[in-house]
């Protein structure tokens, strides 16, 4: 399984755990974080969850293979539950990054509450380059955050950015050595086995309460242009290049 559960001191940890493909995101891979946040969501030793990815790569994204030969064609398929999963859940989420964080990569840290990055992380968001739209509200949430003009660097332009950014614009807690990031998360997602579950639990939902109408309405939005794109030309171009490791050609659209 390319997707490793395990709890610990308080702490349900979710590692992506698929070097060999980049921790490249699979609907079974989608499916079985979802499954492991509910489960953490029923647990009530579970105070927290840390996500993680392998050194030097918390995930590449989306597997073009199976995203191309699998598209989430409803809200119910896995990558769809995960990401409401994610948006719903109660409990605090820490996510511990080293090496590339792309596409729903960076995205899902938006809805994480605790990061930390490496001083190698590269975040990115190459939604446009792929013929696709931003995914996860990030439409909404990257501009609040950064202001227009470096959102659409980010967007539009798909213009990777480091670890010390993603913290200057408050997506991310901290800059570490890559080899202190997830032992440093881990004592961070530790400490709520010690504060008061329902006070965290109150809070977390007092500090997300004012926008998630706002995000959902994005998440909306996103989705229904994310998978009419999906089948556009331009989408069919870009991953048409991929494949034949070509630049791809958008001079006839």
Do not use: W
């Not at 769809?80 to 990054?97: G, H, I, M, N």
């Amino acid at each position: 399984m390319s997707i490793k559960t395990a709890s610990h001191n308080g702490v349900a940890s979710i590692e992506i755990a698929r070097p060999q493909k980049k921790n490249a995101l699979t609907q079974e891979m989608y499916g079985a974080m979802a499954d492991a946040l509910d489960a953490a969501s029923a647990d009530p030793a579970a105070r927290a969850v840390l996500f993680y990815g392998q050194p030097g790569i918390f995930t590449s994204g989306n597997d073009i293979d199976d995203f191309v030969s699998r598209p989430a064609s409803d809200d119910e398929a896995p990558v769809s539950r995960f990401l409401r999963t994610l948006l719903e859940f109660d409990k605090p989420v820490v996510a511990a990054v080293t090496g590339a964080a792309i596409g729903v990569g960076t995205t899902m840290l938006l809805h994480c509450d605790l990061v930390f990055v490496s001083d190698e992380a590269r975040l990115a968001m190459p939604f446009v380059s792929l013929g696709l739209v931003p995914e996860f509200g990030s439409s909404l949430l990257i501009a609040r955050l950064m202001g227009h003009a470096k959102a659409a660097e980010k967007l539009l332009l798909g213009t990777p950015f480091s670890g010390s950014e993603a913290v200057d614009c408050g997506l991310a807690n901290a800059v570490l050595p890559a080899s202190e990031v997830l032992n440093h998360a881990r004592r961070i997602a530790e400490r709520f086995a010690t504060l008061p579950p329902g006070a965290v639990r109150d809070t977390k939902r007092l500090m997300r309460q004012p926008l998630l109408a706002q995000v959902r309405a994005a998440m909306a939005a996103e989705n229904a242009l994310f998978r009419a794109r999906l089948r556009g030309s331009e989408a069919a171009e870009a991953f048409q290049a991929f494949f034949q490791k070509r630049a791809p050609d958008f001079s006839k659209f």
